[in-house]
């Protein structure tokens, strides 16, 4: 009895730094922005209860709504490229050679950059008049004038901010692809090749199905990343034009401080939260069903 009381309280003594964390850094931040999320509060006045009305007011906030299929549609533009494209890499540079090494390498040492410092690199690449984007496609022929890539137009701005988020996060997804490539047993492959599958083959029935958890724990990070996207966004075109580049993140950030709606911009954060929550819940729920 002492022993498995002993046993009990090891164990609690083990577990109380991360729990002490939990609930420093994670449940009573949520709990402080649900208490926000009831109140009308600037900073410069008193919290006043409202309730429910902030969250009334987002539902009929035509500007956050914008702002929130702005996001979904960068992240379902995104997502899809992220996955493919780091599955691809991992898939020609998962055999161990000094070659393939190398080329890993090149490809991850974006993913350790700051977003913020990879962000002002490719909004100077992206410069209307200095930038090597355009002068490159100005010397191949593709192009007869610079393209005004930021700012102007939605959809040039997206894909522009696309391309710069692909180079800096690709390899992150790539990495992690190989590490579940190379777990495969070797002797899997081998009978695969003596029984003369193609390489296709051996990519859609053996390589795809036993990495299946990890493509879709990379899909929901990279979606969670999306779906949180900021400092691209903030630094690249801050918001232009007229806010249709203004994502769900950059509009919580404009009512929170600039407009010091700290009470509305913890209900819009609440609902971002919950949207990322359900996304997280059909991944665990994929992930079951993929393990059964």
Do not use: C
């Given at each position: 009895?002492?022993?498995?009381?002993?046993?009990?309280?090891?164990?609690?003594?083990?577990?109380?730094?991360?729990?002490?964390?939990?609930?420093?850094?994670?449940?009573?931040?949520?709990?402080?922005?649900?208490?926000?999320?009831?109140?009308?509060?600037?900073?410069?006045?008193?919290?006043?209860?409202?309730?429910?009305?902030?969250?009334?007011?987002?539902?009929?906030?035509?500007?956050?709504?914008?702002?929130?299929?702005?996001?979904?549609?960068?992240?379902?533009?995104?997502?899809?490229?992220?996955?493919?494209?780091?599955?691809?890499?991992?898939?020609?540079?998962?055999?161990?050679?000094?070659?393939?090494?190398?080329?890993?390498?090149?490809?991850?040492?974006?993913?350790v950059i700051g977003l913020g410092v990879s962000?002002?690199?490719?909004?100077?690449?992206?410069?209307?008049?200095?930038?090597?984007?355009?002068?490159?496609?100005?010397?191949?022929?593709?192009?007869?004038?610079?393209?005004?890539?930021?700012?102007?137009?939605?959809?040039?701005?997206?894909?522009?901010?696309?391309?710069?988020?692909?180079?800096?996060?690709?390899?992150?997804?790539?990495?992690?692809?190989?590490?579940?490539?190379?777990?495969?047993?070797?002797?899997?492959?081998?009978?695969?090749?003596?029984?003369?599958?193609?390489?296709?083959?051996?990519v859609t029935r053996v390589i795809l199905p036993?990495?299946?958890?990890?493509?879709?724990?990379?899909?929901?990070?990279?979606?969670?990343?999306?779906?949180?996207?900021?400092?691209?966004?903030?630094?690249?075109?801050?918001?232009?034009?007229?806010?249709?580049?203004?994502?769900?993140?950059?509009?919580?950030?404009?009512?929170?401080?600039?407009?010091?709606?700290?009470?509305?911009?913890?209900?819009?954060?609440?609902?971002?939260?919950?949207?990322?929550?359900?996304?997280?819940?059909?991944?665990?729920?994929?992930?079951?069903?993929?393990?059964?």
């Amino acid at each position: 009895m002492r022993r498995s009381l002993r046993g009990r309280l090891v164990g609690i003594a083990y577990l109380a730094p991360a729990l002490i964390f939990v609930l420093a850094f994670t449940a009573y931040p949520l709990g402080q922005m649900v208490w926000m999320s009831l109140h009308n509060w600037s900073l410069i006045t008193p919290p006043r209860y409202v309730g429910l009305g902030n969250y009334e007011r987002a539902f009929s906030d035509t500007q956050f709504w914008v702002s929130f299929l702005f996001t979904l549609k960068y992240t379902a533009l995104i997502t899809p490229v992220l996955i493919v494209g780091g599955y691809a890499l991992a898939l020609l540079t998962s055999q161990n050679s000094p070659l393939r090494r190398f080329t890993r390498t090149v490809v991850f040492i974006p993913v350790v950059i700051g977003l913020g410092v990879s962000s002002l690199l490719w909004y100077w690449l992206f410069s209307t008049d200095f930038g090597l984007v355009n002068r490159i496609l100005l010397d191949l022929g593709l192009i007869s004038k610079p393209v005004l890539w930021l700012g102007v137009d939605a959809d040039t701005s997206n894909l522009a901010i696309s391309t710069s988020v692909v180079w800096k996060v690709i390899g992150f997804g790539m990495i992690l692809f190989v590490g579940a490539i190379q777990a495969i047993p070797s002797e899997i492959t081998e009978a695969t090749l003596v029984d003369g599958a193609s390489y296709r083959q051996r990519v859609t029935r053996v390589i795809l199905p036993l990495t299946l958890r990890t493509v879709l724990l990379v899909t929901l990070v990279s979606v969670i990343g999306s779906l949180l996207a900021f400092d691209q966004f903030y630094i690249m075109t801050a918001g232009q034009p007229q806010n249709e580049t203004a994502t769900s993140v950059f509009y919580v950030y404009l009512n929170s401080f600039p407009y010091l709606k700290l009470g509305y911009g913890a209900a819009l954060s609440l609902v971002l939260a919950l949207t990322i929550l359900a996304f997280t819940v059909i991944q665990l729920l994929l992930t079951r069903r993929s393990h059964s």
